[in-house]
């Protein structure tokens, strides 16, 4: 028997800031890495939603992704108060079903604004501070690869955001910072009962959302750069 392979990153005692940790694919997220023995700050809209997810509040901040000044006094607020930053997560994103031609602009704008912008200035933002073995991790989704009728600001915002984590990660290899875009498939989280317009088609069921946050978790700790869509299926 082969024995299982060592993780080239530990999670334990890492610093990390969750963006997004109120949502379905970040409450799991947080507790699989909190589970690894990692200390989390967590930002979101509403820091009273993070209640239960055992972070004092003084590790909690109030933060919008569609927002660009923000992201920089998060970056810095987050590392005062746990003391340093190994990692930065992005799980916060926002979705819009219907033609475009029915799509309100200031909806697309939105978009463009939360799944796009927010998550490239936040990354510039943590790229400033990271150290050698720090890693950024956004989770831009399935639509990136396979653009899809119905969802198209999202999936432009989104093929958009993925172009942009890849091409980070080589500008920023050389200084030993790892900059990881997660493809995820349609996962049960809520997200599509939640969007900014529109009504979601029918969709077949959805990954577990403990499953998807686990393979994350995998992807962080063996440092992996790319996580496409296959990589969350058997
Ligand atoms: N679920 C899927 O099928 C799927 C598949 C592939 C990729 N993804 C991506 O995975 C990420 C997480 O989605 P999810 O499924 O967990 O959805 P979710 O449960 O709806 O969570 C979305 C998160 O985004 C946050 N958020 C939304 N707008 C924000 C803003 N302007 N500023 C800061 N935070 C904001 C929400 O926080 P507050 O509302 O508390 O601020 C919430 O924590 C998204 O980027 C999504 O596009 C999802």
Redesign the pocket.
């Known amino acids: 028997m082969s024995a299982s392979p060592t993780p080239t990153r530990s999670l334990e005692g890492a610093r990390i800031l969750i ?8 409450r799991p997220l947080a507790a699989a890495l909190t589970a690894r023995g990692a200390h989390l700050a967590l930002a ?3 820091p009273n ?1 993070f209640g239960d997810l055992g972070v004092d509040a003084s590790r909690a901040f109030a ?4 927002d660009p000044g923000a992201a920089q006094p998060l970056i810095a607020a987050a590392a005062e108060a746990l003391g340093g930053l190994e990692g930065v997560i992005c ?5 819009a079903f219907g033609p475009l031609d029915e799509i309100p602009i200031d909806v697309l704008q939105e978009i463009v604004a ?2 796009l912008v927010g998550p490239l200035v936040l990354a510039g933002a943590a790229i400033s501070v990271l150290a050698r073995g720090g890693f950024v991790l956004n ?1 831009s ?2 639509v990136a690869e396979i653009p899809t009728a119905g969802l198209v600001s999202y999936s432009a915002a989104k093929a958009g955001v993925s172009a942009g984590f890849r091409a980070l990660a080589r500008e920023v290899r050389p200084r030993g910072i790892s900059v990881i875009d997660a493809r ?4 049960e ?3 599509a009962g ?1 969007p900014l317009h529109g009504e979601p088609p029918k969709m077949r069921p ?1 990954l577990d959302p403990g499953v998807v946050a686990k393979r994350l978790v995998r992807a962080i700790e063996f440092d992996e750069r790319d996580v496409p869509a296959s990589a969350f299926t058997p």
């Open positions: 963006v997004g940790a109120s949502g379905g694919l970040g979101g809209r509403d939603r933060f919008d992704l569609a799980c916060a994103g926002a979705v939360v799944d989770i989704g399935i995820p498939p349609h996962t989280t809520g997200l939640r959805g």
